[in-house]
């Protein structure tokens, strides 16, 4: 982390270096699209000291470039129309961006799915053919974390007209969003921004304040790390092995990394991922498993500092040296390297111990075995790559906790190098798909996606901009009977937490997923729905975002469920009776699955003759369902009480 952070604070030193000639923000390069009907604020580079000027089409402001080169400044709102040329002109010389559109601007962010791009989506041979229209432009943004909010991207950015050689690597959800917006108002261009990153948690997405407000604790911690990173290291060491002491009842110098002669070893076949070994018993395997490795030093050796280089791990490590924990992360391409400090290394026989946890795909060491070795202060590489072994945790524990600043993903690491260089871009809205990361710890998770949109909000002076929330799509096991789902009560947070803000919109996406494959492909029928809410929420489209469950009544011994922005009437496909219905009492054990039947904007639960206070819909990792309205959209899961 401190290589990075070293890395992105040089990279920025050098980007805010006053230039020869003024120079305009990285953004502002040709084929963008500004935000229409509010005003444009602009920044660049000059001299210090230098006064520009800057124009685009009849718009005119001037500003003066601070001591450290840089300068601000605020065109008047303009309506849609182009394109423009927009110039800054100093003594010094002049830049411009040619191109330039005045229109509405869509941020798209999250995880995977968001940034799946439209090479991988649904006919994609087809749909990247016909991408042509010079009113659509399309921004990647890097990935790219930052310590600290950064003022510029580390990598550069370009606008792009869509066109098949640009749209490929573009997130499909967000074009074909963009590209269903382009045809309800042609006359108004779009930009479309790409700011994603696979496999990220939502506390990478919270600026500083959301982040003390959602996250209290795991902000001190981050402090904590920012002030003293060895004192911090240590602090999550000792958090780490309470929640594996809770989780496996072991006593204290019990655990394994205090006495690993408890555990049942086996030898690694080969320092490769567990799924490669040949073994099947690790086919598909997700979990957890210890790993082992002990070597010897001499008394010179021991005596010294090192470092201890693992090579990449997936997912999720937590590594031990002599039962002092030395580091931990979460990244499936990011090399471990730890740092051992002086004394913790023995003259004889020292042990390494490597918790890993794999959630999805591939999990452990990666390898190759060369890459695995310790280098002690002197210069002197110790290979360490053969003679491990390994044992497997038996029952699965579930994810570990994670420190705060664990790079990628650590809590604000990705705003500040993501979101914080857009800061004050104007903006119609931001399309928000993530949550997979989140299903191992769905508690609050509404209260961290307010924290986030509030965030955003304050960064552009934004206090009603619009978000449109994708509700997590099907994934994993479908249901027999009523179960407990990790999958539903996450995305019962993100109705939560969308029925708070009046500014939000969720987007329904559980019958678009594919129940093996955690990456949908259909991304064209999301960015119609991504489209459609958008519309009404942030145009004032009259027709809804979809329907959406308001409350649950009795009605003599029936229950009757209510829903509003329902196109037409409800209607259960293929079916008199609508399906994924629950009645529950009290406890898990007492849902059983209802008689529902629909009726314009409502649907009855028949009574049963057994206590119930709650209703619940589609409550499974991959619900089957077969309710919709006229549009056709479907009411996403939900839980409520009975009134």
Same mark, same amino acid.
């Given at each position: 982390?401190?290589?990075?952070?070293?890395?992105?604070?040089v990279?920025?030193?050098?980007a805010s270096?006053?230039?020869?000639?003024?120079?305009?923000?990285?953004?502002?390069?040709?084929?963008?699209?500004?935000?229409?009907?509010?005003?444009?604020?602009?920044?660049?580079?000059?001299?210090?000291?230098?006064?520009?000027?800057?124009a685009?089409?009849?718009?005119?402001?001037?500003?003066?470039?601070?001591?450290?080169?840089?300068?601000?400044?605020?065109?008047?709102?303009?309506?849609?129309?182009?394109?423009?040329?927009?110039?800054?002109? +100093?003594?010094?010389?002049? $830049?411009?961006?040619? /191109? =330039?559109? !005045? #229109?509405?601007?869509?941020l798209c962010? *999250?995880? @995977?799915?968001?940034?799946?791009?439209?090479?991988?989506?649904?006919?994609?041979?087809?749909?990247?053919?016909?991408?042509?229209?010079?009113?659509?432009?399309?921004?990647?943004?890097?990935?790219?974390?930052?310590?600290?909010?950064?003022?510029?991207?580390?990598?550069?950015?370009?606008?792009?007209?869509?066109?098949?050689d640009?749209?490929?690597?573009?997130?499909?959800?967000c074009?074909?969003? +963009?590209?269903?917006?382009? $045809?309800?108002?042609? /006359? =108004?261009? !779009? #930009?479309?921004?790409?700011?994603?990153? *696979?496999? @990220?948690?939502?506390?990478?997405?919270?600026?500083?304040?959301?982040?003390?407000?959602?996250?209290?604790?795991?902000?001190?911690?981050?402090?904590?790390?920012?002030?003293?990173?060895?004192?911090?290291?240590?602090?999550?060491?000792?958090?780490?092995?309470?929640?594996?002491?809770?989780?496996?009842?072991?006593?204290?110098?019990?655990?394994?990394?205090?006495?690993?002669?408890?555990?049942?070893?086996?030898?690694?076949?080969?320092?490769?991922y567990?799924?490669?070994?040949?073994?099947?018993?690790?086919?598909?395997?997700?979990?957890?498993?210890?790993?082992?490795?002990?070597?010897?030093?001499?008394?010179?050796e021991?005596?010294?500092?090192?470092?201890?280089?693992?090579?990449?791990?997936?997912?999720?490590?937590?590594?031990?040296?002599?039962?002092?924990?030395?580091?931990?992360?979460?990244?499936?391409?990011?090399?471990?390297?730890?740092?051992?400090?002086?004394?913790?290394?023995?003259?004889?026989?020292?042990?390494?111990?490597?918790?890993?946890?794999?959630?999805?795909?591939?999990?452990?060491?990666?390898?190759?075995?060369?890459?695995?070795?310790?280098?002690?202060?002197?210069?002197?590489?110790?290979?360490?790559?053969?003679?491990?072994?390994?044992?497997?945790?038996?029952?699965?524990?579930?994810?570990?906790?994670?420190?705060?600043?664990?790079?990628p993903?650590?809590?604000?690491?990705?705003?500040?190098?993501?979101?914080?260089?857009?800061?004050?871009?104007?903006?119609?809205?931001?399309?928000?798909?993530?949550?997979?990361?989140?299903?191992?710890?769905?508690?609050?998770y509404?209260?961290?996606?307010?924290?986030?949109?509030?965030?955003?909000?304050?960064?552009?002076?934004?206090?009603?901009?619009?978000?449109?929330?994708?509700?997590?799509?099907?994934?994993?096991?479908?249901?027999?009977?009523?179960?407990?789902?990790?999958?539903?009560?996450?995305?019962?947070?993100?109705?939560?937490?969308?029925?708070?803000?009046?500014?939000?919109?969720?987007?329904?996406?559980?019958?678009?997923?594919?129940?093996?494959?955690?990456?949908?492909?259909?991304?064209?029928?999301?960015?119609?729905?991504?489209?459609?809410?958008?519309?009404?929420?942030?145009?004032?489209?009259s027709?809804?975002?979809?329907?959406?469950?308001?409350?649950?009544?009795?009605?003599?011994?029936?229950?009757?469920?209510?829903?509003?922005?329902?196109?037409?009437a409800?209607?259960?496909?293929?079916?008199?009776?609508?399906?994924?219905?629950?009645?529950?009492?009290?406890?898990q054990?007492?849902?059983?699955?209802?008689?529902?039947?629909?009726?314009?904007?409502?649907?009855?639960?028949?009574?049963?003759?057994?206590?119930?206070?709650?209703?619940?819909?589609?409550?499974?990792?991959?619900?089957?369902?077969?309710?919709?309205?006229?549009?056709?959209?479907?009411?996403?899961?939900?839980?409520?009480?009975?009134?």
């Open positions: 982390m401190a290589v990075k952070a070293l890395g992105a604070f990279l920025l030193a050098l270096a006053a230039p020869a000639q003024p120079h305009l923000g990285q953004l502002f390069s040709d084929h963008a699209v500004l935000q229409r009907g509010r005003p444009i604020a602009l920044w660049g580079e000059a001299a210090p000291g230098e006064r520009v000027a800057v685009l089409g009849e718009a005119r402001a001037t500003a003066t470039a601070g001591r450290d080169g840089r300068w601000r400044a605020t065109l008047p709102a303009m309506t849609a129309g182009g394109p423009y040329t927009l110039t800054v002109t +100093a003594p010094s010389g002049t $830049a411009e961006a040619r /191109d =330039v559109m !005045i #229109g509405d601007v869509w962010s *999250g995880q @995977s799915n968001m940034e799946l791009q439209v090479s991988r989506a649904l006919n994609s041979f087809n749909e990247t053919q016909a991408a042509n229209d010079s009113g659509l432009r399309l921004l990647n943004v890097p990935h790219v974390t930052a310590p600290t909010p950064a003022a510029a991207f580390s990598q550069p950015v370009n606008w792009a007209v869509t066109t098949p640009s749209v490929g690597d573009f997130s499909a959800a074009y074909y969003m +963009a590209r269903e917006l382009r $045809a309800a108002h042609p /006359d =108004v261009a !779009i #930009g479309a921004i790409n700011a994603s990153w *696979g496999g @990220s948690p939502i506390r990478a997405w919270l600026d500083d304040e959301g982040a003390r407000a959602a996250l209290g604790a795991d902000y001190r911690a981050l402090l904590s790390y920012r002030h003293d990173p060895a004192a911090a290291n240590a602090a999550f060491g000792e958090q780490w092995a309470s929640w594996w002491r809770h989780a496996r009842g072991d006593a204290t110098g019990a655990e394994p990394w205090h006495a690993s002669d408890r555990l049942a070893w086996s030898p690694v076949p080969a320092m490769r567990w799924e490669q070994w040949g073994d099947p018993r690790f086919a598909g395997f997700d979990g957890m498993v210890w790993m082992r490795k002990r070597f010897t030093l001499t008394v010179a021991a005596a010294q500092a090192a470092t201890l280089s693992l090579g990449v791990i997936d997912e999720v490590d937590e590594a031990f040296v002599n039962g002092v924990a030395v580091g931990g992360l979460y990244s499936w391409e990011t090399p471990r390297v730890y740092p051992i400090p002086a004394g913790l290394l023995h003259a004889g026989e020292n042990e390494i111990l490597v918790n890993v946890f794999d959630g999805s795909g591939s999990g452990g060491l990666a390898g190759p075995a060369e890459r695995l070795n310790i280098t002690l202060a002197d210069g002197t590489v110790k290979a360490i790559g053969e003679g491990w072994q390994y044992s497997v945790v038996t029952p699965n524990p579930g994810m570990p906790p994670r420190p705060a600043w664990d790079a993903m650590g809590l604000t690491l990705i705003h500040n190098g993501m979101i914080s260089p857009l800061r004050d871009f104007g903006l119609a809205g931001v399309a928000w798909y993530q949550g997979e990361s989140d299903v191992g710890q769905p508690g609050s509404a209260d961290r996606l307010a924290a986030m949109m509030a965030g955003w909000r304050r960064q552009f002076d934004r206090p009603d901009l619009p978000f449109l929330i994708v509700s997590l799509a099907n994934f994993g096991p479908s249901a027999t009977h009523p179960v407990a789902s990790g999958w539903a009560e996450l995305r019962e947070q993100q109705r939560i937490g969308v029925a708070r803000d009046p500014h939000a919109a969720l987007v329904i996406a559980m019958d678009l997923g594919e129940r093996l494959d955690i990456h949908p492909a259909n991304k064209p029928e999301l960015g119609r729905r991504l489209a459609r809410a958008a519309l009404h929420l942030a145009y004032g489209a027709a809804p975002a979809g329907p959406e469950a308001v409350d649950a009544r009795r009605d003599g011994d029936d229950v009757v469920v209510r829903f509003t922005g329902v196109t037409g409800l209607q259960s496909w293929s079916s008199t009776r609508a399906i994924a219905f629950e009645l529950c009492g009290a406890s054990d007492s849902c059983r699955y209802a008689d529902a039947v629909p009726d314009g904007s409502t649907v009855r639960l028949r009574a049963d003759g057994r206590p119930a206070t709650r209703v619940r819909y589609a409550w499974a990792d991959s619900p089957v369902t077969n309710l919709y309205d006229e549009a056709p959209l479907p009411p996403g899961p939900f839980e409520l009480p009975i009134n």
